[in-house]
């Protein structure tokens, strides 16, 4: 079935009821005072009460099926509209209603969950990351039914709004599996990333893998006197330095066996699209990174790096004596955190294999290392830019920012890679926050035009999936 909307209806539509979505109490800044942070036991209460008001919103919103459903931890939401008419693609819009915490809290300007507009800003916890993003796609589908005339909207819509992304997603893919039938889908919508910049429209495309291990050292069975024993035993906090030393080469290349062996490269289209996208080195260092240099593997371009190019990198190192003064022994141990980010079609179980069988190979003699894996990692996940579901998300954009859209990808990680590989379906990243909008951290904001444009973009996305 095609369904044509006029854009001015959509547009008009947004805009008049834009205030009463973001900025009413029924809205969002009513849902971002309830401090729903997933990671402190303290707030469990909080993040019930998220859910039991995404509850009453999405029924305001006219879904004729909306549940709660439990897992082995918090809660999550689950919201069901089937389609105007036959033959219409199924969507599962994903996102999430926890928050970060707020530490420190004496550097906000305003309370965390006491959201407070500033100019064309909205300041607060959840504001971006992801109540506000959410909250797009209510006031889209209704401007999408409002310009359609429809009671129902183009496509069979899904929502599932998990309450556990801020704290690892640790029953997310059990809930997948255990509801995969009810969320059988064509294509997955994510609304939890950025654009490049608020005058550069962008769509990621992919996002990263993770995998953590720590790696301990053992040699002597106690600490000893360095003037007695230096010299004549292995010192592990040396022998650790030394197979840190080694995980890369002069180019910044990852030195483990097989490590690149699954890495799907960039195509030369990829590099092109990458390289059309104004970003400016020297600018990132100073500002985001706060650093003093780029780095990285030679050859590819920081972008790339970031995106499209898998890493290894030591999170800590602690051993021996670190306090005031000195203390002359030879430690007993030695101990390292490393994280690894993976692109398609790298995975968890092969990375960590290879990670533990380099450190096997490098060990020195006198000294025991164990490899520990923590937890069971994250897969990359990609979208080809071919893929129809890509192109229609691409017009949407288009037509909701009045210009190109260009294609990035994220360098971090998240349960999307679940989303895929257990729905068997492609995934959509397709966010309207902006890379300064301080998620995580004290003062999280969003600027109010960027969700207007969301909206008017969502609205657009059912129509464009529902003529694909």
């Not at 064509?186 to 495309?205: E, I, K």
């Not at 010299?231 to 022998?239: D, E, I, L, R, T």
């Not at 699954?262 to 092109?272: F, G, H």
């Not at 400016?280 to 500002?287: F, K, L, P």
Request: aromatic share 8%; proline share 8%; charged share 25%.
């Amino acid at each position: 079935m095609t369904i044509n909307i006029g854009d001015r209806s959509v547009a008009e539509y947004v805009d008049a009821h834009a205030d009463e979505a973001f900025l009413g109490e029924d809205g969002l800044v009513g849902w971002m005072r309830i401090p729903s942070i997933s990671a402190d036991p303290a707030y469990v209460g909080e993040v019930r009460s998220s859910a039991e008001w995404l509850f009453r919103a999405l029924r305001r919103a006219g879904f004729p099926t909306v549940e709660i459903i439990e897992t082995a931890g918090l809660p999550a939401v689950y919201a069901e509209w089937p389609a105007a008419g036959p033959d219409a693609p199924t969507v599962l819009l994903y996102g999430h209603h926890d928050v970060q915490p707020v530490d420190p809290p004496e550097l906000w300007n305003s309370g965390p969950f006491e959201p407070e507009v500033r100019g064309e800003e909205l300041f607060g916890r959840g504001a971006v990351d992801d109540k506000g993003q959410v909250i797009v796609h209510l006031l889209g589908v209704a401007a999408h039914l409002h310009a359609t005339g429809r009671a129902a909207p183009a496509v069979t819509l899904k929502v599932l709004i998990e309450g556990e992304e801020e704290s690892g997603s640790p029953n997310f893919a059990p809930l997948l599996r255990a509801h995969a039938e009810r969320f059988r889908c064509d294509v997955v919508v994510v609304s939890d990333t950025s654009v490049f910049a608020r005058d550069t429209p962008s769509l990621c495309t992919g996002m990263r893998g993770l995998v953590e291990c720590q790696v301990d050292l053992r040699g002597p069975d106690v600490d000893l006197h360095s003037g007695s024993f230096g010299g004549g035993v292995p010192n592990p906090v040396a022998a650790l330095a030394r197979l840190i030393a080694g995980l890369h080469d002069a180019d910044g290349k990852v030195t483990i066996p097989g490590f690149y062996d699954r890495v799907v490269t960039l195509s030369d289209r990829e590099r092109a699209l990458f390289a059309k996208l104004p970003f400016d080195t020297d600018a990132w260092v100073r500002g985001p990174a706060r650093s003093l240099a780029a780095a990285g593997e030679a050859g590819f371009t920081t972008p790339e790096r970031l995106w499209a190019r898998p890493t290894a990198e030591l999170n800590g190192v602690w051993g021996g004596y670190s306090g005031p003064g000195g203390k002359t022994i030879i430690p007993s141990e030695a101990h390292a955190k490393f994280s690894f980010r993976l692109v398609v079609d790298q995975t968890p179980d092969e990375v960590v294999d290879a990670f533990r069988a380099w450190v096997e190979a490098h060990t020195e003699p006198g000294i025991v290392a164990t490899v520990h894996r923590n937890g069971p990692g994250v897969r990359p996940c990609l979208t080809p830019l071919d893929d129809p579901a890509l192109q229609a998300a691409t017009r949407a954009m288009e037509r909701a920012f009045g210009g190109e859209i260009l294609y990035t990808r994220e360098g971090g990680s998240g349960p999307e890679a679940d989303l895929a590989s257990i729905l068997r379906v492609p995934v959509i990243f397709m966010g309207f926050g902006l890379p300064d909008d301080r998620i995580h951290a004290p003062n999280e904001r969003v600027v109010l035009p960027m969700l207007r444009a969301g909206a008017k973009a969502a609205a657009y996305l059912w129509e464009e999936l529902a003529r694909r």
